[in-house]
């Protein structure tokens, strides 16, 4: 099987959270069909999307205890694709630039899978122990429901996990934990009506700024620059009664919002203008912030705990912030409820909504365990390096470590600066030793 070929079928096709996986799913497993491999699918139906889990095995039978080698196979969106510089403004059209892959999945995560499917393939006509299952799973950019509908049906019996994820070929041994927010904040009567007045009459006038950021993955938003911060501190500057009449920004909550739009008419005289619950809410981000400083691991990057608000739309009722908090393993699921709290107290004090939509506890694996002292071994026998590191943002293994499954993510591709912005890519060199590393690793603990 050809690798940069494979890699261009992969990146070719739209998994972003809008178009569902399966289509992916279907092509995934027609390059393990091609290698003599065993796949069987797992499918479902959310918001109207087809979408796939895919469980490929060296043989058609399933065993009793297996090693599973995990990767999702959905990205996040692209974002504006005239940013896509390398890739002639299509991010799913990958180029090769002096022997590096550029395209959406290039390393988060599509051609991860690829990697353990054809390390896999050397094993088909081996007698296991404890063979192999590779899965594929969807829906990881929106609360990782394909691993939980693996787990919730079954589908695998593990103890041992290799969860893909861009760590620049590194052992990652924790991993922060994850909690999707969202804020919904409805305009007052008197001010909606303003508002659809205002847009009835052709001689009204407003005034707007656009703003502008820099992506990066919501994990690591110091390595980008906040639109919607931006916007925030601008609206913090002017009279906190006038007429919101557009906020919009960032392309999901899972980015540092690129750019950002403010629409305002400088009309006074509401009981409890947008612009004022806006300012209650960004002042209470920004003291939860300070707290979290209080609480820094120095294992991870950034140490402490972190918020971004990373989307925000207006309708002609309310406006929607949606965002993530991440939290290091020395949070207690008591310090993080209480900082929820005291979010949902603020909101509720300028009368809007605050829901946690989705949680996901952190992880760590224990560093003397023999499945992390073989992959260090393993490492170190292909002449790399074998320090153990973290990893700022939520993956699977959150999931499969609260039952009881011993997980290290690991992957090709560097994380910062590279996933979830524009021009993502990997070396192909990389994909090469990864494809050595799980050779490796199958080989001791399966055969």
């Known amino acids: 099987m050809d690798l940069i070929e494979s890699a261009r079928k992969l990146i070719a096709i739209d998994s972003t959270p809008g178009q569902g996986n399966r289509r992916m799913a279907e092509c995934a497993a027609e390059l393990c069909r091609s290698l003599g491999l065993h796949v069987e699918f797992q499918e479902e139906i959310t918001g109207g999307l087809e979408q796939a889990n895919l469980l490929v095995r060296p043989h058609a039978r399933r065993a009793d205890l297996e090693f599973l080698l995990q990767t999702h196979l959905d990205t996040p969106d692209p974002g504006p694709f005239g940013l896509w510089t390398k890739t002639d403004a299509n991010p799913f059209d990958a180029h090769i630039i002096e022997n590096r892959i550029y395209g959406l999945g290039a390393a988060d995560t599509k051609l991860d899978f690829l990697c353990k499917m054809m390390a896999m393939a050397a094993f088909k006509e081996t007698t296991l122990q404890m063979p192999p299952v590779l899965v594929g799973t969807f829906g990881e950019e929106s609360g990782m429901t394909g691993a939980l509908k693996l787990i919730r049906k079954n589908k695998v019996s593990t103890k041992l996990a290799l969860i893909g994820e861009p760590t620049n070929l590194q052992i990652f041994t924790a991993g922060k934990g994850f909690a999707s927010v969202e804020i919904v904040l409805d305009f007052e009567d008197d001010e909606k009506k303003f508002r659809i007045e205002h847009n009835l009459h052709e001689n009204t006038s407003t005034q707007s700024r656009l703003f502008h950021g820099k992506s990066a993955h919501s994990s690591v938003p110091h390595e980008g620059e906040n639109a919607i911060k931006k916007m925030f501190e601008y609206l913090l500057q002017l009279p906190e009664d006038l007429v919101v009449m557009e ?40 003291e939860l912030e300070a707290v979290f400083k209080q609480y820094a691991d120095p294992r991870f990057n950034p140490p402490e705990a972190t918020l971004n608000l990373g989307l925000v739309r207006t309708s002609e009722d309310q406006v929607v912030l949606t965002g993530n908090c991440r939290m290091p393993p020395n949070i ?51 002449g790399l390096a074998s320090s153990l590191g973290t990893q700022s943002s939520t993956n699977e293994a959150s999931l499969f470590s609260r039952v009881g499954i011993q997980c290290l993510s690991f992957g090709p591709g560097e994380r910062e600066g590279n996933i979830h912005t524009p021009n993502e890519s990997v070396a192909v060199e990389d994909l090469r030793k990864a494809i050595e590393f799980y050779s490796r690793m199958i080989k001791r603990f399966s055969v």
């Not at 919002?257 to 008419?265: G, I, K, R, S, T």
């Not at 409890?272 to 920004?286: E, F, N, Q, S, T």
């Not at 989705?358 to 292909?382: I, N």
């Open 247 to 286: 906020i919009d920004g960032g392309v999901n909550p899972n980015t540092v919002a690129a750019q950002a739009f403010l629409e305002v008419d400088p009309v006074s005289g509401f009981r409890l203008p947008m612009a004022k619950k806006l300012g209650v809410i960004y002042r209470a981000v920004l």
């Open 332 to 382: 207690s699921t008591e310090t993080y409820e209480s900082w929820m709290e005291k979010l949902k107290k603020v909101c509720e004090s300028v009368n809007g909504v605050f829901r946690v939509h989705d949680y996901k506890k952190p992880y760590q694996t224990d560093e003397g365990s023999v499945f992390v002292r073989v992959a260090q071994d393993e490492l170190g026998a292909m």
